[in-house]
């Protein structure tokens, strides 16, 4: 794989404004999203793989046969999203490549006031000889996921230009909405075909995650009572004032993800709606032991308890909602998907970094779903922000990663 057509790839999908969007009625949330989809499967036609389709929800799907001459080689699946977060803004991207980075600051032009530095981002030390691709400083760049995507497109063109190389069936599967946890909603993972796979959507070179959050969503909901602000005394109760009792009761020191770091849960007030009858907060809970979230749950509604206790009049409700569970619990069943990465990053020369992931893939929610599905970086760095940035060369191992896993499954068969 060579780094300019990984390049040039990358260039041309960031342009896309693919960013999801919260609660949205529609699958995908946002038609952007299938605009790009379409065109990778024309790209994936034009490759030579007569199958690409999309379906009906923008799911992409397609295989690239095997060239091995071994009948029990597993049907092996990569994996990436197409969406950017609903967080930055991802349209009108202008990515640009800092060529042979030498370890200065990187400032984006459109906004002076962001700046990249390794000494906030200590793997942009990492990276000096790299190229560098960044966005101008008011959108994000994009590279969560579609470095994952350029690099599973890369690798595609390789296999399908050089059948010399000994592999099994590759599916390749691309998805949407995956920022706003609704990725594998209608992923059909018998139709899929694979018996494992690995989403291409994480950092550093050489990262391999097999183990991430439990995740559940929790929303608490304070009641009062409205009326005239002017004839108020001794019948007015503000929820919104309950709430902010609420969010301040919540520790300072810990348990938050501004305090918490390695295998250490959270919980994460991010959304309020807020109205003086009726204020409810978002909160995400975290924990790596899935018997935690019950832990942290339980905890969270003793603590409104309390605020509604203080004041005659007041209630609360709470509703539960689970996002996904700790990958490792159906990984460790299934030791051989891990190996396998594994040792096909150490093949390309890569020091293999293996930690867990303070977040969740759609891999999570895979591996429930009856497809083992491991984690293995694509680049990403800075994801969901305008600090957003990825080195080519890193997407071009990715892509390199692709081809000898690939190998190492037709190896290990028979």
Same mark, same amino acid.
């Given at each position: 794989?060579? #780094? ?11 342009? *896309? ?9 529609t ?14 499967v024309?790209?994936?036609?034009? =490759?030579?793989?007569?199958?690409? $389709?999309?379906?009906?929800?923008? *799911?992409? =799907? ?21 969406d950017? #977060? ?16 030498? /370890? ?13 530095? %390794?000494a ?8 000096l ?15 969560d ?7 599973i ?6 296999? =399908? ?22 990725g ?8 899929? /075909? ?9 950092g ?25 602000? /002017? *004839?108020?005394k001794?019948? =007015? %109760? ?31 007030? *991010?959304? %309020? ?28 509604? #003793?603590? $409104? ?84 940035? @990825? ?9 390199? @990663? ?12 028979g």
């Amino acid at each position: 794989m060579t #780094s300019p057509a990984v390049l040039e790839r990358f260039l041309r999908y960031v342009t *896309y404004d693919t960013q999801s969007r919260e609660g949205a009625t529609t699958y995908p949330s946002t038609p952007g999203q299938l605009v790009l989809l379409r065109d990778l499967v024309v790209e994936l036609q034009a =490759m030579g793989i007569a199958d690409a $389709a999309m379906d009906e929800r923008g *799911y992409v =799907m397609a295989t690239i046969p095997a060239t091995t001459k071994k009948a029990d080689v597993p049907v092996i699946g990569f994996i990436a999203h197409v969406d950017t #977060s609903p967080e930055m803004s991802g349209a009108g991207v202008k990515p640009i490549v800092h060529r042979a980075y030498d /370890g200065r600051d990187l400032v984006l032009p459109d906004d002076p006031t962001a700046v990249l530095r %390794v000494a906030d981002m200590p793997y942009l030390g990492e990276c000096l000889g790299h190229d560098i691709i960044t966005a101008s400083g008011t959108t994000l760049l994009g590279a969560d996921n579609k470095s994952g995507v350029a690099a599973i497109m890369t690798a595609a063109e390789w296999l =399908m230009t050089h059948p010399e190389i000994p592999h099994g069936a590759i599916r390749i599967g691309f998805t949407p909405d995956e920022e706003v946890g609704q990725g594998t909603q209608h992923f059909d993972v018998a139709k899929f /075909g694979a018996r494992y796979a690995y989403t291409m959507d994480g950092g550093s070179r050489g990262e391999l995650e097999f183990e991430s959050f439990s995740a559940d969503a929790i929303t608490i909901t304070f009641r009062g009572l409205n009326t005239h602000p /002017g *004839y108020a005394k001794g019948h =007015m %109760v503000n929820a919104i004032k309950l709430a902010a009792r609420f969010i301040e009761r919540l520790p300072a020191d810990r348990r938050s993800p501004e305090t918490t770091d390695g295998r250490d849960g959270f919980v994460h007030p *991010y959304v %309020v709606d807020a109205s003086v009858d009726r204020t409810s907060v978002k909160l995400l809970v975290r924990d790596f032991v899935t018997d935690g979230l019950a832990e942290k749950e339980q905890w969270l509604q #003793s603590l $409104a308890a309390d605020v509604v206790r203080e004041v005659p009049g007041a209630s609360f409700e709470a509703e539960i909602v689970e996002s996904y569970r700790n990958m490792r619990e159906v990984l460790d069943q299934h030791p051989l998907v891990v190996e396998c990465a594994r040792e096909g990053i150490a093949r390309t020369g890569l020091t293999v970094r293996e930690r867990p992931i303070r977040g969740g893939t759609d891999g999570s929610k895979l591996s429930f779903m009856g497809l083992p599905t491991p984690n293995i970086f694509a680049g990403e760095q800075n994801f969901h922000s305008r600090f957003e940035w @990825v080195s080519v060369q890193d997407m071009a191992k990715a892509a390199e @990663v692709i081809v000898e896993v690939a190998k190492v499954w037709e190896e290990k068969a028979g």
